[in-house]
Structures are given as structure tokens and as C-alpha cells.
DNA sequence: GACGTTTTCGCCTGTTGGTCGAAAACAGGG
DNA sequence: CCCTGTTTTCGACCAACAGGCGAAAACGTC
């Protein structure tokens, strides 16, 4: 069963928190089919790159978003009906932006609420909520938190963040405790000025070196003697 | 940039563990390129289908592999030069067999220990390892290790599954209880007869329902008041 | 200086996973 | 028939961890 001429295109789902909500980024299509719909950034794969290196360059491309910390794929999505008339494969992938960055983007391009997309075209409302889920998932096991972070943060503002990206409410204390014991977080030693009704100044954060990495470490079932294996982490004695 | 005829394959990384080794299913290419080279079961993605379905096929056809018991998607690879000539981009997938079947499989196809593979064909060792060390994750926050297991066993056969998949020493103690814990061991009430050295006859387990739907349970930073969300298991109270 | 606000920190609790060792249940031999 | 070796099972203990709560700290405003 030889088939005959499948192309291949690669897809992004670039999701940002802005306005205390998980946004994603579309483009309002033109031509038929679907005119008038919005899709997902992305083209036909060059017979020169790869499908990640072929993501990167149609993002900076066709929209300004060379902010973009995290890319990688969610999957394949190859039905035989999922683009009217031909048969086009698509690779897709997830993309996260910092939450203080606000990239210049064409005309014809905006951000959505994940939960209220707009009218999409093809398959690329189920690729949105596909991404939403794995970043949903992969923020409570990894550090994937620092690609929707800016560079320094006080330790409310990352709780915020979370609430919006996991879409429940989760405590600063547990947040900020559990992610200075995986080593992740570092105070910076400078602190926030307190908001227009006053309080305390809160302390500025930094991921560390180390937490950039995005490291799957809360695997269970783990090989013998490797408790609390903080790495390149110094365990200091108290005094 | 339009790409010209961009094939698109599939491939199944298909693991058994068998001889206390995990070990995975090639067979030997007769045609050039890499003739004589050991490669991954697969085959053209067809009009009609989509990836998954065309992996279960390509299975179906060329290797005698009804028994697996779970397949997902691994990733795309897509480097321009993987295979010499044409452009092919391969959809891989992860297959999983259980320990106790031994399918019929074609002449020029044999099993191979992971850490202990033959020269293989285009990018495929690639795959095998990336299958690999998906396995390995999943093995420990999922319960993913019904896949590898018989419909019934004992604790210890379990157990050297686990040891043969994620290559360190795992405590029977542990298992029991942290697969129990999480409701998706249970026991049989029936023993399984000992050893030609006799021993205590070891007590015969069975994963329960819900165990066999992959479930990404082990998350931290979980939504409040989501403790012990047993699901559909009834927790007795001790009388 | 009193009050409200926001952040930070310490304490307590329940759960989990790792380790160890004793007890249970069997086969075989003296 | 008891004793020993073997394998499994179970309970106890410990360390680590996440969640929850409230007090204390550090600010602005009145």
C-alpha cells in the first residue's frame, strides 16, 4: 500500500499566562479551506531541516517570537481527513513563553484563552488542549516552571503563574518549599518593592543553573541509595 | 520552501522482557541501503490510516505480534540524511509484550537485548534507546508495568521484571507495597506452588481494572483536597 | 503609634518510600 | 518426626515530603 505524496507540516502550540490566564497563540487564516478560522503558527517541513529546527524557523517566521524558553513535541496528528483535500501529516509541538515578554505579532495574529478558543480550523483545537495537558502535567514533575517565568520573580508571582497554567489554586508556602528542596529556586538576596496598599517586601527568586535542565526527578521506585541525589547541590551541615 | 515527496514511515520499538533482559524485536534487512543490518519493524504509512493504526498493522503483517499490550507514541525523527537517498520521515512508537507469550515470529526476525544490540540499521539504535528510557520513566509514576507482566504472577516474578526493565535492584518489599497502595495490585487468593528448594508458596497477584488504564498518578503540587482520590476503590474502615 | 496588608517562617500532621528483621510456610534430609 | 535451609510475607521503624495553619516580620497609610 504505497502512499502517495503525504506531505508533512509542523505545528506550535506557543502558550503564554498573560492577564492571569493560560493564552495560546493563533493566526487568523485567509484562503480557504477554512477561512476565516484561526490555526496554529506552522508550515510545510523543508527538505533541509528537521522537524524541530523547521518549527523554530517557521515561528520566527511567520510571527516574532523568538522569546519562546521550551520547545518540544507533543505528537504526531495524522488522520486521513484532518485537512480537507490533500493528505498532510503534522507534526506538533509545545512551545512557552515568559510571562513578562509580550513579542510583536503580525496583523492577522492574537492570543486566546486556552479555555475559550475561538472558531479553530482543521484539528487544532484538540493539538491546543493536547498542549495544555502536557504542560499541565509535566509543571507538577518537572521544572518546567521556568519557561513561563520571567528571569526574577517574587515567589507570589510564580504562584500565580501556576494558578493559571494548572487552573487550581496551589499555596505559596507548599509552591516555594517544594520547589527550594529540588534545588530549583535560589533567592537572588534583593527583594520587590510592596504593591500600593503596602506589606511586606517579597523576596526576588531565580531558577538556578541547574533547574534550566528540565529533569523528570520525582520518579518513585528509584534505584537503591539515591535519596535526595541534589547533584551538583551542596548540602550545608547547620551550625 | 516546498518539500518535495516527503515520505513518511512508521516504526515500533516492540519490548519484551525475556531471559531476565529486556530485549527488543529487529530483523534482518536483505536490501540495500544497510542490507544485512538489523532494523525496526515498520513500514509506509498508508492513505487510509492514521499513524497508530498503521503501526498495529505494519505489526500485524510482518511480525506475528498480536500480544501487544500497549503501544504509544515515542517521537518523530526527522534528520534530512537518516536514511540515504530519499527523504523519510518515521513516526516511532513503543510497543510493550508481556513476559509470558513467545509470538511466532518470521525467520529474518529475532529478539535482541537493549544493551547488547547488533548493528543496526539508519538512526534505529536511536529509537531503541529513546524507547528504552520512555519505558524506564513511565515504569515508576505510571502504572505502565502491567504491560510487561502476565495476567497473573507472584510478587517476585514481578519483580525480577522490574529489575530486567529499569536495570537496578528493586525491593519486593517496596513494590508490594507502593503498587497495593496505589490500588492497582491485587491478590488472587490463590498460591502459586514453590521452588525445587522449597519456600513459603509465594501468594499470586492480578492488576486490578483500573490499573490497565495508563494513569499519570504520581504528580505533585496536586489540587487541594485531592488526597487519596482512590477513584472507583472503596477504602474499608478497619473494624 | 495603631491598623491593615502582604510576605515569610516555623510547627504539626498524614502519607509515602526505603530498610530491616522476624515470622510464616514449604521441601528435603537425617 | 524434628531440624535445617529456602522463599515469601508481614510488621515495625525511619527519613523525607507535601499540605495546612497560624504566628511573626516588614512594609504603607491614617
Redesign the interface.
Not at 500500500?1 to 508533512?8: D, E, K, L, V, Y
Not at 520525582?218 to 537503591?224: K, T
Given at each position: 500500500?504505497?502512499?502517495?505524496?503525504?506531505?508533512?507540516e509542523v505545528l506550535a502550540a506557543v502558550l503564554q499566562v498573560r492577564e492571569d490566564a493560560l493564552q495560546v497563540l493563533l493566526w487568523q487564516r485567509g484562503k480557504e479551506p477554512d477561512s476565516g478560522r484561526w490555526a496554529l503558527p506552522g508550515g510545510?517541513?523543508?527538505?533541509?531541516?528537521?522537524?524541530?529546527e523547521s518549527v523554530r524557523r517557521q515561528l520566527a517566521e511567520k510571527v516574532d517570537v523568538r522569546e519562546v524558553t521550551h520547545v518540544e513535541?507533543l505528537?504526531?496528528f495524522?488522520?486521513?481527513g484532518r485537512v480537507p483535500g490533500i493528505?498532510l501529516?503534522a507534526?506538533a509541538f509545545l512551545g512557552l513563553v515568559p510571562s513578562d515578554v509580550d513579542p510583536a505579532v503580525p496583523a492577522d495574529t492574537a492570543w486566546f484563552p486556552v479555555a475559550d478558543l475561538p472558531p479553530t480550523a482543521f484539528d487544532h483545537a484538540e493539538i491546543v488542549h493536547d498542549a495544555r495537558d502536557r504542560l499541565r502535567?509535566k509543571?507538577?514533575?518537572t521544572n518546567l516552571g521556568f519557561a513561563l517565568a520571567p528571569r526574577e520573580f517574587t515567589i507570589s508571582a510564580l504562584r500565580e503563574l501556576?494558578v493559571a497554567a494548572?487552573g487550581?489554586?496551589?499555596?505559596a508556602t507548599?509552591?516555594q518549599r517544594?520547589l527550594t528542596r529540588r534545588h530549583v529556586l535560589a533567592a537572588t538576596g534583593e527583594t520587590a518593592p510592596p504593591g500600593p496598599a503596602g506589606g511586606r517586601p517579597a523576596a526576588v527568586f531565580r531558577f538556578t543553573e541547574r533547574a534550566l535542565r528540565v529533569t523528570?526527578a520525582?520518579?518513585?521506585?528509584?534505584?537503591?541509595g539515591s535519596r535526595d541525589s541534589a547533584g551538583d547541590v551542596a548540602v550545608r551541615p547547620v551550625p
Open positions: 500500500m504505497p502512499a502517495r505524496s503525504t506531505g508533512h510545510v517541513l523543508g527538505d533541509t531541516e528537521d522537524v524541530e513535541q505528537g504526531v495524522s488522520a486521513p493528505r501529516v507534526t502535567a509543571l507538577s514533575y501556576y494548572l487550581h489554586p496551589v499555596s507548599n509552591l517544594v523528570d520525582s520518579a518513585v521506585l528509584r534505584p537503591p
